[in-house]
């Protein structure tokens, strides 16, 4: 999603008085999915996600 629509998403629920909104159906289903997952599984997915990331973006550059 681009950031403009997560922005929307998020100031449409504000206006709501929702305090948990999870922008996009694919991003809605991994959310609640995950935590029916065992956590071993999760951090492992995790790593596989954030590999290569830089933990400091700003020492990174």
Do not use: C, F, I
Not at 13 to 41: E, F, I, T, W
């Amino acid at each position: 999603m681009t950031s403009e629509a997560v922005v929307r998403t998020a100031l449409r629920a504000l206006d709501r008085d929702r305090g948990y909104v999870v922008p996009g159906l694919g991003n809605s289903v991994q959310a609640h999915l995950m935590s029916k997952l065992p956590r071993r599984l999760v951090a492992l997915l995790g790593r596989r996600v954030t590999r290569g990331v830089p933990a400091d973006p700003v020492a990174a550059r």
